[in-house]
């Protein structure tokens, strides 16, 4: 019998359950990190060029640069588009607590009148 497998990687599941804020969180530090690593590595290539090594050996090493640069900032507009999505839930959540705070101030407020007392047929005055 074959076990039924999940085709999803585990890591998938993890991440879906993320809030966007914890995503925010994660992705634009790692984001910045990884381009500024690639701007170093692009310095090395500069620096490779200059002194005059093979082309294959900088050439290679700014191909890896502009991946990593391009990585980089890939992960860190995904950290903006969570951050922006954060704000804007925060701020519908806001301006609906606004406005039922203005429904539930504005509604007519029901006071019970007190009924009047009957007298009862059993009772003497």
Do not use: C
């Amino acid at each position: 019998m074959i076990p039924n497998i999940d085709p999803k990687p585990p890591g998938k599941k993890l991440i879906k359950r993320m809030s966007a804020r914890t995503k925010w969180m994660i992705l634009a530090p790692v984001g910045l990190i990884i381009f500024s690593f690639g701007l170093t590595v692009l310095s090395e290539a500069a620096h490779q060029r200059r002194i005059g090594e093979p082309a294959r050996v900088w050439g290679l090493l700014g191909v890896y640069s502009l991946a990593l640069i391009n990585g980089g900032l890939f992960l860190f507009g995904e950290a903006l588009r969570f951050r922006i999505l954060t704000d804007v839930r925060k701020e519908a959540r806001r301006s609906m607590r606004q406005l039922h705070q203005k429904l539930v101030s504005k509604s007519p407020r029901r006071k019970s009148k007190p009924d009047k007392k009957t007298k009862s047929p059993t009772k003497t005055d």
